[in-house]
Each structure stands twice: as C-alpha cells, then as structure tokens.
C-alpha cells in the first residue's frame, strides 16, 4: 500500500473533502449540480440522497476505520455514494462494475471491505454472500449525522492498472484531492461556474477531480450514460447542453469527443 505523503508548503485544508460541499447546500440548495442528457439535479436534492446512503451505512455500524466498495457504472448514483461516504466517516474505494469478476473478487479482498453501495450497477450473485450491499432508502427525508472535521489520513482508495504485477492500493488523505482542487480552481481564474465533464474511466483519479472540482466550488459536473461514451455525437450534445468549461483531455477522450463529422466538433464552453 502506497500513502501520498502532503508535499506542499501552501497551509494545510481544515477540513474533510465532503465539507465545502455542504456548505454550498446551506448557500445556494437551487443551483444545478450534476446535469444528464434528460435531467438536471440541484445541490439541495442532491444532499438529500447523499444523506440517504450516509444513514443506510450508519445502520449497518460503519466505521471510520471501515473503506467502502462502490460498485459502480458512470451515473449520478456514483456522486452520491462518494460522498455519502465519506460524510459517513468512512472511506471508499470506486471498482468499475465492467471489470473481470476475478479483479472484483481481488480488490474487495485487497480492501478488506465489509459494506459495498451499488452505483448504477446491479450486484452480481457471486458477491451476495462474500459482503453486505447497503440499499439507501431515497423515500424518506433523513438528517443523518455528518462526520464533519480535520482532514483524515484517507478519504479513498484507489488501484494501479496492474500492469508490471498485481494492481496495487494506493490511499490518498483529504488534503491531496483538497490542495490540487484549490490550486485548480485558483490557476483558472474562473467564476462560480466551472462545469466539468466525466469522461475518464470512473475507477481512475481524474473521476475524483470531475467530480469534486466543481462541488467543491459551487459548479456542475456533466454525467454521459455509458452508452453515450460509445457515442461522439451524443457526448457533443451533452458537452454543449452543459456548457462544460473545464476538460480533462488524454489522447483517447480527444479522440472520443471529437470523432464523426467535423462540423459538428465545435465546443465553444471550453
């Protein structure tokens, strides 16, 4: 296991990663935060599932030792279980609900999880009985206990790509994720609209950065369906209807987003 160690000589975040997040809610419950194809979801509905899955984990004994599995696929729900947890107290770990059962299997048991939230994905038979899936109940209006704070020695966990031997755990502390999106939110100089878009694969960091960049700073994070990712065309339009300004670009999405008919490539948010 790998621990990021803090590196910078700018003064130290206060608080856990959920945090700025809440207190958006209390500031402005009406402004947009996740946007789809078809829907548009406010901060103040948002926190209301968010706290759903914080009181499902409380009623099963989460811990703050405890690292929650999400099994998920790109969908709103995967915003919601992060930070749910970790306003639980407790940390997570994202596992794409494509990969191979046998990674599953070794990731679950390399995390030693015992509580496992499904985001947007079905929870296969084979992990019925290995770990207990927590079921938010979004029926209900629910005030669970936020575990609000310092910053704790890790707020997630995540897993190298396996290549040069088994994949191997790396755990990052809130004040990691906290200085980069300081830093970002400085160096763009933008107002309080900064709009992302979650086109990186959802078990890798930048799916952190989509997310919590703009969370953190009063913004919007833009959520494709898995079926659009295989579509250009769908992901412009949602790239435009969103008005996305910040992007996270590696060879393969530049391809992805750009792809098909030429005129149709203007991204005039960017």
């Known amino acids: 296991q790998v621990i990021i160690p803090q590196t910078s000589l ?35 509905f948002l926190a209301q599932r968010v706290r759903a899955v914080t009181a499902a984990l409380h009623e099963v004994g989460v811990t703050a ?10 969908d709103p729900s995967l915003v919601e279980a992060m930070l749910g947890i970790s306003a639980s107290g407790a940390s997570f770990a994202i596992i794409d609900c494509t990969y191979p059962m046998d990674r599953i299997l070794f990731m679950l048991d390399r995390l030693g999880a015992r509580f496992l939230v499904a985001a947007g994905a079905e929870v296969p038979v084979e992990l019925a009985s290995r ?48 200085r980069f ?26 799916t952190l950065r989509d997310v919590f960049l703009p969370l953190c700073h009063g913004g919007t994070v833009a959520i494709p369906t898995p079926e659009e990712m ?10 435009n209807h969103a008005q996305c300004n910040v992007v996270r670009f590696s060879p393969s999405t530049a391809r992805l987003l750009t792809a098909g008919d030429a005129r149709a490539t203007e991204l005039e948010s960017l």
């Open 131 to 178: 770990i207990t899936s927590i079921r938010p109940d979004h029926t209900v209006t629910v005030q669970p206990h936020i575990a609000n704070g310092p910053p704790r020695q890790h707020f997630c966990h995540m897993f190298t790509s396996g290549t040069t031997g088994l994949p191997k755990l790396v755990s990052h502390p809130d004040t990691t994720l906290l």
């Open 65 to 74: 030792e405890d690292r929650v599995a999400i099994l998920a696929q790109r």
């Open 181 to 206: 999106l300081a830093w970002q939110a400085k160096t763009l100089d933008l107002p309080c609209n900064i709009t992302t878009i979650m086109l990186a694969g959802i078990a890798h960091d930048p």
């Open 230 to 239: 295989s579509r250009p065309e769908a992901l412009r339009r949602l790239f």
């Open 10 to 44: 700018e003064p130290a975040p206060t608080c856990c990663l959920h945090q700025p997040f809440f207190e958006i809610v209390e500031r402005q419950p009406e402004a947009t935060a996740i946007v789809t194809s078809s829907d548009r979801m406010s901060y103040g």
